[in-house]
């Protein structure tokens, strides 16, 4: 049997390293022994965005890019979107296991009784201007929960992490709701504790009246699914920042603040928004020719479609493409799906995208969902944060048990290319440049 080491070679010196192999992946550190001389630090690796890094090791979310595969704890998206609900994976993700009927109660009841916000939060967001950005207001809330609840920063009591992981589930909904409200103008309602908990999250952002409020079923289930699709992603940008920010031991809600910030750019969750924007601006079928023309030339961007991970097309938008027609059956077709539909045929059969493996995404189709479902036009993205906090807490949870990871500081390494030492020169014998 083939040893598990690689043999590297430095043609510099002409002395051979053996490096271990483990998992499919060498140690960056092991690197360290290749050197010049023995007061040189030793070989790093370059890799800008982290294309071909390993940052952890991690049980919650497997990804296949390739064949078009995505699992939460070994269990395939598709089978969780179409039985699960969004509560019963949030407990999977952070336990590991599927809840019995009893456990999911319990974890129910739990995050119910967390969802009476601190003093002082509605107040707050109402600071904003009716103009602000959604996840702007709720990256600010969420980081301010931590001056609330100041035990969050033990975080190595496991019981004090497991109550602002249950607090944060239950109260990121809210925080989301209070920000659509404020950008609608709309005064802010209490929680609904005979609804669940995604029912719930669709009374306090529509309901008109202070009476009762009946989410329509099937617009409840694709909030279901839309929150299943979007809680957890891998090793992403975002998480990767909730990793790196909890690695200084920062409090959970600091930590999510963060992730949230990263979640905003439109490469990243921000990506539903500018799906949006974007087919707002083309505005009709007969515009697309044109659309496409410039694409390919370089001077735009077709937005929704392409993955970092994903080179076929992403099992997610699959989901998500049928839960629009079931949404928009009872609102009513949205006239920009025919734009939709057309792009997305077209980038199925030209060249040009197959050769560039650019197929919808799971951005393409969920900023129509929720347009149509009523939500304000940048909203999409903060709803996505609530989903992803589950994948966070479980990222960050595992973090911090972990005893590779638990001491470990994110710190990665530069190549500095700047200048070499030089000296210090008074300002009034300073040329111009």
Same mark, same amino acid.
């Given at each position: #049997?083939?040893?598990? +080491?690689?043999?590297i070679v430095?043609?510099?010196?002409?002395?051979s390293?053996?490096?271990?192999?483990?998992?499919g992946?060498?140690?960056?550190?092991?690197?360290?022994?290749?050197?010049?001389?023995?007061?040189?630090?030793?070989?790093?690796s370059?890799?800008p965005?982290?294309?071909?890094?390993?940052?952890?090791?991690?049980?919650?979310?497997? =990804?296949?890019?390739?064949?078009g595969?995505?699992?939460?704890?070994?269990?395939?998206?598709?089978?969780?979107? /179409?039985?699960?609900?969004?509560? /019963?994976?949030v407990?999977?993700l952070?336990? $590991?296991?599927?809840?019995?009927?009893?456990?999911?109660?319990?974890?129910?009841?739990e995050?119910?009784?967390q +969802?009476?916000?601190?003093d002082?939060?509605?107040?707050?967001?109402a600071?904003?201007?009716?103009?602000?950005?959604?996840?702007?207001?709720?990256?600010? !809330?969420? &980081?301010?929960?931590?001056?609330?609840?100041?035990?969050?920063?033990?975080?190595?009591?496991?019981?004090?992490?497991?109550?602002?992981?249950?607090?944060?589930?239950? %109260?990121?909904p809210?925080?989301?709701?209070l920000?659509a409200?404020?950008? #609608?103008?709309?005064?802010?309602?209490?929680?609904?504790?005979?609804?669940?908990?995604?029912?719930?999250?669709?009374?306090?952002?529509?309901?008109?009246?202070?009476?009762?409020?009946?989410?329509h079923?099937?617009?409840?289930?694709?909030? /279901?699914v839309?929150?299943?699709?979007? &809680?957890?992603?891998?090793?992403?940008?975002?998480?990767?920042?909730v990793?790196?920010?909890?690695?200084?031991h !920062?409090?959970?809600y600091?930590?999510?603040? !963060?992730?949230?910030?990263?979640?905003?750019g439109?490469?990243? $969750?921000?990506?539903?928004?500018?799906?949006?924007? #974007?087919?707002?601006?083309?505005?009709? =079928?007969?515009?697309?020719? /044109?659309?496409i023309?410039?694409?390919?030339?370089?001077?735009?961007?077709?937005?929704?479609?392409?993955?970092?991970?994903?080179?076929?097309?992403?099992?997610? !938008?699959?989901?998500?493409? %049928?839960?629009?027609?079931?949404?928009?059956?009872?609102? $009513?077709?949205?006239?920009?799906?025919d =734009?939709a539909?057309?792009?997305?045929?077209i980038?199925?059969?030209?060249?040009?995208?197959?050769?560039?493996?650019l197929?919808?995404?799971?951005?393409?189709?969920?900023?129509?969902?929720y347009?149509?479902?009523?939500?304000?036009?940048?909203?999409?993205t903060?709803?996505?944060a609530?989903?992803?906090?589950?994948?966070?807490?479980?990222?960050?949870?595992? #973090?911090?048990?972990?005893?590779e990871?638990?001491?470990?500081?994110?710190?990665p390494?530069?190549?500095?290319k700047?200048?070499?030492?030089?000296?210090?020169?008074?300002i009034? %014998?300073?040329?111009?440049?």
């Open positions: #049997m083939a040893s598990e +080491t690689l043999t430095d043609n510099r010196t002409g002395r390293h053996e490096i271990p192999i483990r998992d992946s060498v140690k960056a550190t092991d690197l360290r022994q290749i050197k010049v001389s023995a007061d040189d630090f030793g070989l790093v370059y890799d965005g982290f294309m071909d890094t390993a940052v952890c090791q991690s049980k919650i979310t497997y =990804v296949d890019g390739d064949r595969i995505l699992r939460y704890r070994g269990y395939p998206i598709e089978q969780l979107a /179409e039985a699960s609900t969004y509560l /019963e994976v407990y999977l952070l336990h $590991g296991e599927l809840p019995t009927q009893t456990e999911l109660e319990n974890f129910t009841e995050v119910r009784d +969802t009476k916000l601190p002082g939060v509605e107040r707050f967001i600071t904003f201007s009716h103009d602000a950005k959604p996840t702007g207001m709720l990256q600010a !809330a969420a &980081a301010s929960l931590g001056s609330c609840y100041p035990e969050a920063r033990q975080i190595d009591s496991e019981e004090i992490r497991r109550q602002q992981i249950v607090r944060l589930i239950a %109260q990121m809210i925080l989301a709701a920000c409200r404020h950008k #609608m103008g709309l005064k802010f309602l209490p929680p609904d504790k005979s609804l669940t908990h995604t029912g719930n999250f669709l009374s306090m952002v529509f309901n008109r009246s202070e009476g009762p409020y009946v989410p079923p099937v617009l409840e289930r694709a909030m /279901e839309l929150l299943i699709l979007h &809680a957890d992603h891998e090793q992403n940008c975002s998480t990767n920042t990793r790196c920010v909890g690695s200084a !920062a409090d959970p600091a930590t999510i603040s !963060a992730g949230i910030g990263a979640l905003s439109p490469l990243h $969750g921000g990506a539903n928004e500018a799906v949006l924007q #974007m087919l707002h601006q083309i505005g009709s =079928v007969e515009k697309i020719p /044109e659309v023309k410039r694409v390919k030339a370089k001077e735009t961007l077709l937005m929704g479609f392409g993955h970092r991970i994903y080179k076929s097309y992403d099992p997610r !938008a699959k989901i998500i493409k %049928q839960t629009a027609y079931e949404v928009f059956e009872v609102t $009513g077709n949205n006239q920009l799906l =734009v539909l057309e792009l997305e045929r980038a199925l059969e030209d060249d040009y995208f197959l050769s560039r493996k197929y919808p995404n799971v951005d393409f189709y969920s900023g129509l969902i347009e149509s479902m009523g939500f304000p036009r940048d909203m999409p903060a709803i996505f609530v989903a992803r906090t589950a994948g966070w807490l479980s990222q960050w949870e595992e #973090m911090l048990v972990d005893p990871q638990r001491s470990k500081i994110a710190r390494r530069q190549i500095y700047g200048a070499e030492k030089r000296d210090y020169v008074p009034s %014998q300073r040329r111009e440049a």
